[in-house]
């Protein structure tokens, strides 16, 4: 769709190499997008833009203790778990980010003050205060433009066998900020909601299971960007799914959900 991903976001001058197309897809090194199932032939494209935790050492942890690090402001908590058992699941590709949203959030364009966080929820972000518009355009050089192109080159490379849907799987902290969220599962859409409106319907006829339509966040809380750029720009159906993150924090809580979406994403394709 976009040969190189600098000419898809508005006002901003070209700096990135086109990463190789072996760095896009091995999956056993520390890139940016690593890719796993390459080769499903699902419909579905499962992306998780939160799924790392890791920070490497030349950042010095931005200044954070590891209590902080492996808590919820540094990745989603049990989303990259999920996402693999629902990739097994679906016969999915999935793409994942390696590294911490704290580096930089893959979810925001750069022109997004949350894209390079200076304070998430209640914690200071040191290594991310006072950083220069040089600085910050390096954070997305290193992070946000070659994850992108990647997960571009890989849609760009199976479109001409299948008609794609993209999902994105995140985790949600059960309170934010002192408030409690009274929602298990939430179904966000970017501008169609075909697909957020028909997963939450189908949600209700499953007891014990609290889902919501553009709830714990919406399109107009800024998060759904990935949508836009890889669903939507490309008139491809997408959803965001968003599950309360104590509930897929172990491997029977991430078996129970996979098996759960893997259900409903079947249920609902045309």
Known sequence: MCKYLYNCVKNHQPKYQKIKRGDVLDINNQSIANIINAQGDSRFVIICEHASHFIPSEYQNLGLNQTQILSHIGWDIGAQALSEQLSKLLNAPLIVQTHSRLLYDCNRPPSAASAVPEQSETTIIPGNTNLTPAQKQARADSFYYPFHQSVSDFLDHRQSKTNSII????????????????????????????????????????????????????????????????????????????????????????????LLLDKLLRENLN
């Open 167 to 258: 999902v994105t799987i995140h985790s949600f902290n059960a309170i934010y900020n002192g408030v409690e969220r009274d929602v298990d599962i939430g179904f966000i859409e970017d501008l169609d909601p075909s697909w957020s409106k028909a997963l939450t319907l189908a949600t209700e006829q499953i007891p014990g299971i609290k889902g919501a339509q553009n709830l714990p966040y919406s399109a107009f809380d800024g998060v759904t960007h990935t949508l836009q750029m890889h669903g939507t720009n490309r008139s491809l159906a997408n959803v965001m799914i968003e599950v309360k993150n104590n509930l897929i924090d172990s491997a029977p809580g991430q078996l129970h959900f996979a």
